[in-house]
Nanobody, 123 residues
């Protein structure tokens, strides 16, 4: 069983930056693909970014390309999401997730989820 704990959320003005962290425990972190998803009020959870198990491959949803960077440190069992040039439409609860078998943008591919961290961007 893998436990994921996100941190780093908060309130920031438009144009600002935040770095989210997700610490994993209870499993072999380096064998899991990791991803960040987000869910805004009244909307479905959506894919934001993913990174392969060895960190060699990443991908992003179109709306965050060039602004967000996902990375991982397998020695620290942690995945990060560096967010820059934040916009009010980035406001959401951000979740990290781990997938044992797939490298996917689909929520259904992920086996473990964190509790989420709130990111609020004011205009």
């Amino acid at each position: 069983q893998v436990q994921l704990v996100e941190s780093g959320g908060g309130l920031v003005q438009a144009g600002g930056s935040l770095r989210l962290s997700c610490a994993a425990s209870g499993g072999t972190f380096s064998s899991y693909a990791m991803a960040w998803f987000r869910q805004a009020p009244g909307k479905e959870r959506e894919f934001v970014a993913r990174v392969s198990a060895n960190g060699a491959s990443t991908s992003y949803t179109t709306s965050v390309k060039g602004r967000f960077t996902i990375s991982r440190d397998n020695a620290k069992n942690t995945v990060y999401l560096q967010m820059s040039s934040l916009k009010p439409e980035d406001t959401a609860v951000y979740y990290c997730a781990a997938a044992a078998r797939y490298y996917s943008r689909d929520t259904g591919a992920y086996d473990y989820w964190g509790q989420g961290t709130q990111v609020s961007v004011s205009s």
